[in-house]
């Protein structure tokens, strides 16, 4: 299973909005050209992203401005932000047979496995903020 790409729209949306705020407008037009996505992506987008209060977004044409500094926000919260997990991230058959001994115990023994992997990799991104990444090439 994939992570929707609503996460990296969402971390280039954001990253786009501090590398131009104070140079220009950043309306979702400007955005989705950066992202090369369809603008009403960067609208859903950026109503996600201002629910989470990492952004907001001045009525009509006024454009999205930040509202954190980019070293308080993390990959995390913005993985959080877009719910592009809808729940765990490993999608697991429900029923499998309990007449088989693997269908009997195959929850037993890999959802604490997969669990500890969700983990593994939410606190990765809870390492990381945008501000490190902007330190990169951008």
Known sequence: MKITSRFTVAVHTLLAIYA?????KLTSEFIASSVNVNPV???????????????????GTGGAVSVKKASEITL??????????????????ENPNPDCPVGRNIHKLLDPRLADAQAAM???LRKVTLEELRAGDI
């Open 122 to 124: 939410e606190n990765e």
């Open 20 to 24: 131009f705020e104070g140079e220009r």
């Open 76 to 93: 995390y919260d913005i993985y959080s932000a877009v719910d592009c997990v809808d729940g765990n991230l490993f999608n697991f058959h």
């Open 41 to 59: 992506v960067i609208r859903r987008t950026l109503q996600s992203l201002k629910a989470a209060g990492l952004v907001d977004v001045r009525a």
